[in-house]
């Protein structure tokens, strides 16, 4: 009688296992990169090495370079560690960023604005929904980029897109949906990557060009890890890297508040002479 009431409760409980993992698969991935991304464009100019662990990207005059991952996505948690482009960078863009295709496109991005020798980095980002953008949120780092690898990550669940450096939230995205903003959440993304010359804008808007004398510029990327889930994922706190979270914890929200209010250099939703006849939906909630 014992021996069938412990069996049969081991049976239930077994069941119930089967059916929470069923609910909630999170699959968490550290990658390589010759298992998860292909070398797309500029020849020899994109590496890896390190048996699958460290990828390189150069540009020269002739061509850039890039890369794409094998896998699409659709929410998750995406990190990858850069040491981006060292030295006068004046020119160059180093892109890294989720999107889907066609004309109306759904698209994450970091693009890393490079500059003279001393002045630092821009860090841009903008978020496209069913193929508009204009989201342009811009930053300087706390640190410089160029010296070690830091960790880039995007969060994106059907609540909300976060940003993250190093594990500090830059940035938030909010479904508005409510009030009449399309979020990304239908369309499965890829994960880009490249660094091309764009001296007509990048740095100090087209009026520094790129010094050609100091080609190969070169960026690097290491430990690449994906989580994904399939199925309703369960929320859990946001600080313990959970990325299925609704909400920033407190630790975040003031983090995030300390890097908007210290580093933040131009946010599209308070551009008044941009947005004269009114901002944006999502920047008036």
């Known amino acids: ?96 960023y989720l999107s889907s295709q066609g004309p109306t496109h759904d698209e994450i991005d970091y693009e890393f604005l490079g500059n003279v020798t001393g002045q630092p980095y821009i860090l841009h980002t903008n978020v496209f929904t069913q193929g508009k953008g204009n989201r342009e949120q811009q930053f300087y780092l706390w640190f410089d980029p160029t010296k070690n690898f830091h960790t880039y990550s995007i969060i994106w669940n059907p609540q909300h897109i976060v940003f993250l450096v190093d594990n500090t939230p830059i940035r938030v995205f909010k479904n508005g949906e409510s009030v009449g903003v399309p979020f990304p959440k239908k369309q499965p993304m890829r994960i880009y990557s490249s660094l091309w010359n764009a001296d007509d804008w990048a740095t100090r808007g087209g009026l520094v060009k790129t010094d050609w004398s100091r080609a190969p510029f070169t960026a690097y990327y290491r430990n690449f ?40 250099i131009y946010n599209y939703c308070t551009d008044y002479k941009r947005f004269s006849q009114g901002f944006p939906l999502e920047c008036r909630r």
């Open 1 to 96: 009688m014992a021996s069938s009431y412990i069996n049969g409760g081991f049976s239930i409980l077994f069941v119930a296992l089967v059916v929470l993992v069923n609910t909630c698969r999170v699959a968490k991935a550290a990658g390589n990169f010759y298992h998860d991304f292909d070398l797309t464009w500029g020849a020899n100019r994109a590496k890896i090495f390190r048996e699958g662990q460290l990828l390189s990207l150069s540009l020269d005059k002739t061509s850039g370079s890039g890369f794409q991952s094998k896998k699409e996505y659709l929410f998750g948690r995406i990190d990858m560690q850069l040491k981006l482009v060292a030295g006068n960078s004046a020119g160059t863009v180093t892109a890294y």
């Open 225 to 264: 890890n994906a989580q994904t889930c399939s199925g309703s994922c369960s929320n859990s706190k946001f600080s313990n890297g959970a990325w299925q979270s609704q909400e920033l914890d407190a630790y975040s929200q003031r983090r995030l508040k300390w890097v908007q209010k210290n580093f933040m």
